[in-house]
């Protein structure tokens, strides 16, 4: 009789998780590759640029904008949601005392109301882009193109393989989740500092419960239906984003 572990076979190897598209979504390996490439053909200050709470119900979308110094590596960049709160504090930290530049903005939940959350976010990081100084010569951007006349390069998941655009999601992120922090302090009831105003089953219940906030963002459904009074025509934001 064979000897059973010799011959039992090992299970096939889980494959990559899909995309909300049913696509398999790639495995990248943050680098710098793509930075070097462009030093390589005379760029200078390479910048990357990144949105966090484009999905948020509550708030600004906030972007960021790192130029990276090739002389001062920074050990552990990565998509800004795949790092620990404490690990993403001190890069962020990092990323601000060792970049050769950095620029934070903002788009309120009133923007978004008006020209909706892809044209905000795109605002955002142009917006985060334009207050770099020095300025950049060229961009890196997380997926979708912006309006500025510089040369660009969006990337399809950028956070995940290009460390001066995880940079930007870090310390978009670190920025952002502080705003979401101090303003738990005023609507304590609904638990931003918790969710960070994304759409959780308790931020849910509280809306359903209280009703919005001026805050939140009506032209999202979850807050739309909520409301008691809202002029916001029907929410397709997200389709924006649909590959």
Known sequence: MPNEKSTRRKPPASPPPASKSG???????????????LR??????????DEVGRGSLFGA?????????????????????????????????????????????????????????????????????????????????DAVPL???????PLIQGDERCHAIAAASIIAKVYRDQMMR???????????????????????SAIQRLGPTPMHRFSFEPVRLNAFYSTAAEDRQMEMFAA
Not at 30 to 36: A, F, I
Not at 40 to 49: E, F, N, Q, W
Not at 182 to 204: C, I, M, S, V
């Open 23 to 37: 696509r398999q979504k790639p495995h990248w390996k943050c680098q710098s590759n793509t930075e070097d490439q």
């Open 61 to 141: 979308v906030v972007a960021a904008a790192v130029i990276l110094s090739p002389d001062s590596p920074i050990r552990g960049l990565n998509d800004s949601k795949q790092i620990d709160p404490e690990l993403r504090e001190e890069l962020a930290l990092q990323i601000r005392e060792r970049a050769v530049a950095w620029s934070i903005a903002a788009v309120d939940a009133f923007t978004i109301d008006r020209i909706n959350i892809y044209q905000a976010s795109r605002l955002a990081m142009k917006t985060a882009v334009l207050g770099l100084n020095p300025a950049s010569d060229f961009v890196l951007v």
């Open 182 to 204: 101090d303003w738990d302090r005023f609507y304590p009831e609904y638990g931003l500092a918790n969710h960070k105003g994304y759409q959780t089953p308790e931020h849910l």
């Open 40 to 49: 390589a053909r005379g760029y200078r200050l390479v910048a990357g640029a």
């Open 147 to 153: 309006e500025l006349a510089l040369p660009q390069q």
